[in-house]
């Protein structure tokens, strides 16, 4: 047997988590990254942790041809070398491929559904689990004969157990595209049985967005427009399009970052107190922040939106190739890496407060944070002594990714006789405060989905709600001419189109390079 090089891991005790129900898993997509990277290096997690039932059993199916044994031996490299995963033992591994089974079988193929059913009840009647969760790890086109697939072979109404569906993003690319994937999986699915995974609402630093701000009584009293002047939301990442060239040129920043990710972390940050931290309450206060963002003119979309595509540059100090440069790429190619836009919510609490939002690829750092800038205290009593710098204005930094944490930016006096002021800040660390390994994101998510609690995925409506803001920005930008690419270099913070976007009344984005840090 080859010896396999592990990566290292944090020696830290992991979060307890309750147990899921019993259930047999099926990945279509299963030879995919995403299965690969994430799906099965989570449920090995949980399999080791013990969160998994033991009537807990995996089948993966995709189009390749390879037996079981392939399967369990391309899947045990893949979860040996994730930095995701805890402590990789042959031991424990052994223990986990013993639940893993593979099927050949085309997701456009109606012939293989009955296929698949019929390996299931033959499971059943051999002890295996009744319950059944689909996951679709596909391309987002073959979400639609997948979904279609099952309710025709009865699969979407099991008679022994539940059956629920995991749909991964996007979750159509337009308002109408979205319409009709809510049509076709209701027409099988309940809504309490379908499951739309947004992998940012799994970490534990965006769910405690909630806890940070209703249960504690000195913030909420100041989370609204009489104190906060304006909310900014980044998302940068250092890497390219990677090999995801062909999917990138359909989709772009907007769609794969903002229409998802950014709106759910806006939403959360503005949404009112739900009556319990339960699904259908949570999602209703979400669906009640995107009706209350209008949708913009073609004029309003001119004035406050911001297109970039990365050109060659460094990062980390090794030279980068622009966009039109990757594999894949068409060399005249308009598609936008980087998206910022201002956002405004018509509803009492937010009227008037702008939230720009930001996401690109190449940028100068990985990170990804929520920072609210209040507005400046209403005279100054320490005009006379100058300020060296100047005092800023009071800030709440809440950092996603990396060092995830909590920081609060206030002024303090400077030692010394004279009356000077400066800012200081108060930084939580997740990591040093509870000295615990939090679970990645998917960990979460698929436990949820096993124990059928759909909290943290997304409804329909709020789907449909969503490609309601974003829909009319990609009409604009068809209409509207694009931009000179390359715009930005890969390295920086994006283009300086972004800079202007905010910059009025003192206002700025907090520099790339200095986010994820405590200043």
Request: net charge negative; glycine share 8%; aromatic share 10%.
């Amino acid at each position: 047997m080859a010896t396999i090089q592990t990566s290292p891991r944090e020696k830290l005790p992991s979060v307890q988590l309750p147990p899921g129900d019993s259930v047999v898993l099926v990945v279509f997509g299963a030879t995919g990254d995403l299965t690969r990277r994430k799906l099965v290096p989570a449920l090995f997690d949980l399999a080791c942790i013990g969160c998994t039932h033991k009537r807990f059993d995996v089948i993966g199916t995709a189009r390749s041809e390879r037996t079981t044994e392939e399967f369990r031996r391309d899947l045990r490299e893949a979860v040996a070398s994730s930095k995701d995963a805890r402590d990789y033992s042959e031991s424990r591994w052994q223990d986990f491929e013993n639940r893993l089974e593979y099927m050949t079988g085309d997701p456009g193929d109606v012939d293989f559904y009955p296929k698949l059913a019929a390996r299931l009840e033959e499971k059943r009647l051999a002890g295996a689990s009744p319950n059944h969760l689909f996951y679709l790890s596909t391309p987002a086109s073959l979400a639609p004969a997948i979904i279609a697939g099952l309710g025709a072979a009865g699969l979407s109404n099991n008679p022994h157990g539940w059956a629920r569906i995991v749909i991964e993003k996007p979750f159509g690319h337009d308002l109408n595209s979205a319409r009709e994937l809510n049509r076709i999986v209701g027409e099988y699915f309940d809504e309490k049985s379908v499951y739309r995974i947004d992998h940012y609402l799994g970490k534990e630093t965006v769910q405690n967005i909630l806890v940070f701000r209703f249960g504690n009584s000195m913030f909420e009293p100041v989370w609204n427009r009489n104190y906060i002047d304006y909310v900014e939301i980044t998302a940068a990442e250092t890497l390219g399009v990677e090999n995801r060239a062909g999917f990138y040129e359909e989709t772009g920043a907007l769609r794969d970052m903002v229409a998802n990710h950014l709106l759910q972390l806006v939403a959360l940050t503005a949404m009112e107190p739900p009556v319990a931290f339960e699904a259908d309450a949570v999602r209703e206060e979400k669906v009640k922040v995107f009706r209350s963002m209008r949708p913009m003119s073609v004029e309003e979309v001119a004035k406050r939106t911001v297109r970039g595509q990365y050109g060659p540059g460094e990062v980390d100090g090794t030279l980068m190739r622009g966009y039109r440069e990757e594999p894949g790429v068409k060399p005249g190619s308009t598609i936008e890496t980087f998206a910022a836009v201002e956002f405004y919510i018509d509803n009492w609490r937010w009227a008037g407060v702008p939230f720009y939002v930001r996401s690109g690829k190449r940028l100068a750092r990985n990170v990804t944070e929520i920072v609210l800038h209040f507005k400046r205290t209403p005279h100054t009593l320490f005009s006379r002594a100058p300020q060296k710098p100047p005092i800023e204005p009071n800030s709440i930094i809440m950092r996603i990714q990396p060092n995830e944490g909590i920081a609060i930016n206030f002024g303090a006096k400077r030692p010394g006789a004279q009356m000077q002021a400066t800012t200081v800040q108060m930084d939580f660390s997740y990591r040093e405060a509870f000295g615990l390994r939090t679970p990645v994101a998917y960990e979460t998510l698929l436990l949820d989905a096993m124990r059928g609690d759909a909290t943290l995925f997304t409804r329909g409506d709020e789907v449909e709600a969503e490609w309601r803001i974003i829909t009319p920005i990609e009409d604009a930008w068809r209409e509207l001419p694009p931009p000179r690419f390359p715009n930005y270099a890969a390295g920086s913070d994006g283009p300086d189109a972004a800079q202007e976007l905010i910059a009025d009344d003192g206002r700025g984005w907090r520099p790339i390079q200095q986010n994820g840090i405590p200043m």
